[in-house]
C-alpha cells in the first residue's frame, strides 16, 4: 500500500520546537519530491516547504524562512521538517506529499498524500 504518514505534530508554546516526520511505505521516496502544506482553521490550505528528489534544492514559504528547515534521508523513505521559533500563526494541520514532477505550487500535481498531524502553538 502506498502511502505518507506524519508524526511530529503537538502543542508547543510560543518559541518552541517541533520536527514533523514524514515516512513514506509502498514507494521510493527519492524519486519524488517532497512538499509539507498547512492548513488552518477557515484558511485554505498553503505550502510550507519542498525539497528535491535528492535533497539538493530547498523552496520555503516567506513566513517560515529562516525558522523552518527541510531535509531527508532517503535510505530511511523520510523527510523531516525541523520548526524553530514557532509562532501561533503556524497553529495549522500539517500534511507531507509526494511530487514525482518536483517541486510545485501546484498542489494537483502531488501524488501522494498523508493524513496531517497537528500543531498547535499556543502559550
Known amino acids: 500500500q502506498l502511502q505518507l504518514v506524519e508524526s511530529g505534530g503537538g502543542l508547543v508554546q510560543p518559541g518552541g520546537s517541533l520536527r514533523l516526520s514524514c515516512a513514506a511505505s509502498?514507494?521510493?521516496?527519492?524519486?519524488?519530491?517532497i512538499g509539507w502544506f498547512r492548513q488552518a482553521p477557515g484558511k485554505e490550505r498553503e505550502g510550507v516547504s519542498c525539497?528535491?528528489?535528492?535533497?539538493?534544492?530547498?523552496n520555503y514559504a516567506d513566513s517560515v524562512k529562516g525558522r523552518f528547515t527541510i531535509s531527508r534521508d532517503n535510505a530511511r523513505n523520510t523527510v523531516y521538517l525541523q520548526m524553530n521559533g514557532l509562532k501561533p500563526e503556524d497553529t495549522a494541520v500539517y500534511y507531507c506529499a509526494a511530487s514525482r514532477p518536483g517541486c510545485t505550487v501546484v498542489q494537483g500535481l502531488y501524488d501522494y498524500w498523508g493524513q496531517g498531524t497537528q500543531v498547535t502553538v499556543s502559550s
Open positions: 509502498g514507494f521510493t521516496l527519492r524519486d519524488y519530491a
Open positions: 525539497i528535491s528528489g535528492g535533497g539538493g534544492t530547498t
